[in-house]
C-alpha cells in the first residue's frame, strides 16, 4: 500500500507556466521535474483545460527521470512549448492517460538513462495521446 505525504483530490483548470527547473532528481528516481498525478488512477477523470507550457526544464538526472511526467491515469492536459533537455530517461512519460495534448516541445539531448539512445515520447497501457509538431535533437 503506497503512502504520499500528501492529499490527493479533484483539481480542474489548472496552469502551470513559465517555469526554469535545473537540476532535478539529485537524490531520488522515478520522478518527473514537472509531474501530474491522477489519485484515482481512473482514465474517466479528466483534469479539463488543464496545461504545462513554456517551462524551460534542464538536467533531470536520476534514473527514471522525466522531464515532465503525467502519472496513474493523468488526462486531459495540454502539454506545449515547453524546452526539456538533459532528461535521465525520457522528455515527457504519460502513464496510462488519455486525452492528453502534446505539442510544440523540444527535447534536446534526453534519454541516456533507462530508454538509452532515444528521444522520444513514451506511452504505456491504453490511452489517446495527441501528440504533433514535436521537434527532437540529439
Known amino acids: 500500500n503506497l503512502q504520499f505525504p500528501f492529499a490527493v483530490g479533484h483539481s480542474l ?3 502551470v507556466e513559465f517555469n526554469r527547473l535545473r537540476y532535478v532528481g539529485l537524490r531520488t528516481d522515478d520522478l ?33 527521470s522525466y522531464g515532465v511526467y503525467l502519472d496513474n491515469c493523468a488526462s486531459g492536459w495540454l502539454v506545449q512549448g515547453n ?5 535521465g530517461s525520457v522528455s515527457i512519460l504519460v502513464h496510462s492517460g488519455s486525452n492528453n495534448d502534446i505539442r ?4 534536446v539531448l534526453s534519454s541516456s538513462g533507462y530508454h538509452r539512445g532515444h528521444i ?7 490511452l489517446s495521446c495527441g501528440c504533433e509538431n514535436n521537434s527532437f535533437t540529439q
Do not use: P, W
Open 13 to 15: 483548470y489548472n496552469t
Open 32 to 64: 518527473g521535474a514537472l509531474s501530474v498525478f491522477s489519485g484515482s488512477g481512473n482514465h474517466s477523470v479528466l483534469s479539463m483545460q488543464s496545461v504545462l507550457r513554456y517551462n524551460s526544464v534542464c538536467d533531470v538526472v536520476g534514473e527514471l
Open 83 to 87: 524546452l526539456i533537455m538533459r532528461t
Open 104 to 107: 510544440d516541445n523540444v527535447f
Open 120 to 126: 522520444r515520447i513514451a506511452k504505456t497501457a491504453n
